[in-house]
């Protein structure tokens, strides 16, 4: 799994939360503690798909362009994290006479693919506001503690 996915959420649920104006990435990027140019390029590939707008020069920035409530992890899973829980070297050889090594890759290849379909089919019923929810949850929790 890699970290775009958790950045685009953080970023998408940021975002509807600061309806108010446009935010730049240097903004955003302090709430998700990372480097800007990593929040660039996530929300470059958000606009790409219509998950946000962008306005160049000052005052520019981004903004929210979609419905959080129809947005599902799903969908931002398979924009940018799909075939990660794939490695990308698997132990084995087909051309072995060894039966582990001959069979290993395309057995794995299975197993991961299964486990792929089965994060999918999950990620899809959580939407990006139920994440919110949680988050709003998760604040007022240890805001009473």
Do not use: F
């Not at 446009?22 to 140019?37: E, F, G, K, L, R």
């Not at 470059?44 to 306005?55: A, Q």
Request: hydrophobic share 35%; net charge negative; proline share 1%.
């Amino acid at each position: 799994m890699n970290s775009e996915l958790t950045i685009a959420i953080h970023c998408l649920i940021w975002l509807s939360m600061h309806t108010d104006q446009m935010a730049n990435s240097d903004t955003i990027a302090q709430s998700v503690a990372t480097h800007p140019a990593r929040v660039r390029k996530v929300l470059s590939i958000l606009r790409k798909n219509g998950y946000v707008v962008t306005k160049e020069g000052t005052g520019g920035g981004y903004m929210l362009s979609c419905n959080i409530d129809e947005v599902s992890l799903g969908d931002l899973y398979r924009l940018l994290a799909r075939g990660s829980l794939q490695p990308h070297w698997c132990s084995g050889d087909s051309e072995q006479n060894c039966k582990v090594s001959a069979h290993m890759q395309n057995v794995m290849n299975e197993v991961y693919g299964d486990a792929e379909r089965s994060l999918e089919n999950h990620l899809d019923t959580v939407k990006v506001s139920d994440v919110k929810e949680k988050i709003e949850r998760e604040h007022l929790l240890k805001s009473e503690a």
